[in-house]
């Protein structure tokens, strides 16, 4: 049932459900249509809602008074509505337990509004949990300048759960803790009912869709959001999610709840195992690179997530550490291991936190001087930790891949996309750098030359040459974007449809989801290069360059390139990952002409091999290309 007559929803549809379980345990879903946050996880913009768990107060089997108790509360976004309800079911008085799995500034927010009300409040939290919480329960400056807020009532007596632990609880449910931890949320704590085999998973496998249903229908109904939700949070600590998925092997579970999404009953088995093989597929990358950092508020690690998915969209592996828990024998070893470094903090009364300082002496004394490095970092005022990490690198010897990346507060749409970016150019460098070596072990790649006749012959194959568009969002938060393609066809009759194929690492294939919009502009024989020079020039990599190319819009707001020969505005109905490119298949809306006496133009290739860099000459049968990396090729 919903409680829509007792909590009206908030303007922006936040409201909360119940969704009863059985008898004594109770989903409380928060729901948002809309979406919340910039960060990449939200980025297929179908809202989202927030799962936590409600089992009442009752007896045990041994027929003592058990207290109620409260797993996974969400963030202050949803403090509304979701407090109005739970005072409804439960009452001040009552000596309220809460399972914290996720502790953020965010989740300590709404604890502070818990602790509030509820006098006898208890947590219950891991043992780096507990850490993070007595850390940031103080805390209580707006980290985003407004100012300062309220001081947080005092911090409620804890349980620390250091391994797996068994309560009892009313109504004969039996209730499994299990810590969880991974560099992104070093509190994690997993719960599982025992009596209805329900694992309330918190993180690990969520995925953000506003929905109402408590368990999806079918599996593919929730795919594609909860591989884009592992492949932005997940894949850079493929290696610590695993041995989480290896915790919860061996338990008799019946359904999966995670904190984000719908539930997982009837397939459940069927997304451990995806899971695993999406984690498989990074720990295969030939090229892997140590991601340092801690974060105060969220917002350092925001930028972790967007350089980590660039780069593992690019084919390289990221070993993702959170300085703040990682033993000095982790460090050591990730450091020595990866064939790069990146190093993030925030700053923090002028200064890089304590781990951070640690771990550039452990960079300093273990780093390869031949090996990429980088900095990174958010800031408030004057980001003084960031400026510190870099003088301190190359006055080691380090040479950093790129100017130090300087975020003030928190990353909005358009800087992640930018972030993916140089993440995926990274990656390009790293992997490139990996080819040259090769070919030069071998005197010149006499591998590679045994199968040269038939890369001659695939890259006789050929499409025409387009720029593909897009524009999301409206005002401040708009981002535009272009690249070149030219493995395009078209793919259906009826809807009329197109094929075409982008490269995992490249940036705009983070807004290239199903349901989403783009423009195919074609481009014409004998002026293509005005259009082309802009987004093949060297450059620091962008999303796009759409500026320098004077864009018209489309009927269905999509940028047209009015010097192209034609025009196709197209939504995405199928992504399907092939090795290092996504194929597409979208549904033409609407097309025109801008020239009709001109010819389409045509990419010649002499291999269908990527090479180094990208050259465009004007012939007379097209356009000659070669390599592809700035592009899908």
Known sequence: ???????????????????????GLTCLRGLSPRRLRFELEYGLERGTCANSFLFEAGTSVAGEPVAPLLVHPPGATFSGPYLEVLRLLVEREAPLAVVVGVVNPNRVLLLHQLASHWPGLRLIASNAGARVLRDLWGRHSDPSGGGAADPPPPLPPMEVIRGEHIRELGHGFRLRLIPAPTPRW???????????????????????????????????????DRRHFHDCLMAPMARQVEMVLDRIEDLPIRTIAPGHGPAVDQSWRSLVADYRRWGRGQEQASRSLALLYASAYGNTAAIADAL?????GSGVRVESLNCEFASSEQLVAAIRCSDGVLIGSPTLGGHAPTPIISALGTVLAEGDRNRPVGVFGSYGWSGEAIDLLASKLRDGGFTLAFDPIRVKFSPDAAMLAQLVAQG????????????????????????????????????????????????????????????????????????????????????????????????LNVLAAGRENRLLKPLLCPMPPAPGRLADLDPQQGPAGQPLLGDALAWLEARVSQKVACADHWLLVAEVLAGGLFDAEGTTAVPQRRSGAPLGGLVVAATGAGVRLSSSKQGNF
């Open 308 to 312: 980590a998915r660039g780069l593992t």
């Open 1 to 23: 049932m919903t409680l829509a007559s007792l909590d009206p929803p908030l303007t922006d549809g936040r409201r909360i459900i119940l969704l009863p379980i059985g008898p």
């Open 424 to 519: 995926a150019a990274l990656g390009r460098q790293m992997l490139a750098a990996q080819g040259r070596a090769r070919r030069a072990a071998t005197g010149g790649g006499l591998q590679e030359s045994r199968s040269l006749p038939a890369l001659r012959a695939l890259g006789r194959v050929v499409g025409s040459l387009c720029v593909l568009s897009l524009r999301r969002g409206s005002g401040e938060t708009a981002i535009e974007g272009a690249m070149v393609a030219s493995w395009v066809s078209q793919a259906g009759f009826s809807p009329p449809a197109v094929s075409l194929s982008v490269g995992r690492d490249q940036p705009l294939a983070e807004l290239l989801e199903v349901g989403d919009l783009f423009a």
């Open 186 to 224: 070093p509190g994690g704590l997993i719960a599982f009912e025992e009596t209805t085999g329900l694992l309330m998973s918190s993180k690990v496998f969520s995925a953000h869709l506003c929905s109402e249903t408590f368990a999806e229908s079918t599996r593919s109904d929730t795919e594609q």
